[in-house]
């Protein structure tokens, strides 16, 4: 794989959230020449989607008291699953994981009021991908926000990256009102050594966290 951006953005309030991924999707494809990437099994667009769930240690555990993390699964590595921890740590494991978890039951549980995800549609233009999608939040599925993912393929280096990314996030972004970075260089600096796909998982893991924030303050939550 190679390095990714990720953008959070929100609609013009006139808009629903169906219109404006409509209008990124006419840019990417009618004015950039993006293609729209299918299923190879479905004659349908094929969607991608990022799921992330809290599990809380349970009070009744003394020595976890207070502790929790973020259980995560992508469908681009459908056989792995991504355990985020309160302080930033990320373990990468098989999916198997997902059952030692549910013979922890005595110690840590899910919480499916700030179950989220993010999801939409996948573009490729020339050496770049692009996913544009939104971020729904507990059962209801609320709308929270929308998001959008820059990768340039032939890079494992994210400094190497950050001025080609920054560069095509602003010719992506140009027909719609999102604020973007004046550069990313911050982004960079805080992966070393070869990117990974955990480090996407942390990007949204933060946006995911923000919007559970914002719904906690709303009552929401």
Known sequence: MGVSYVLQWLPQPNMAPAQAEDMMRQHLVENLGAKLIHNQH?????????ECE??????????LSGKSFQLIHSTEEATLSFACSDQGGIIVAERS?????????DSYQPNKMTRIMAMGKKYEIADFSVKVGTVLLGGSATFRCMVLEIEYRPSCYAKDAAALLHEFLSIVTATMPIGIPDNLNHFADTISGLYQLSDTIKQYVKIFSDCRRVANSMGML
């Open 42 to 50: 479905k004659n349908e667009p094929d969607i991608w989607h990022i």
């Open 54 to 63: 809290t599990y809380t240690a349970m009070q009744s555990v003394s020595a």
């Open 97 to 105: 994981f997902d059952t030692i978890l549910t013979k922890l039951g």
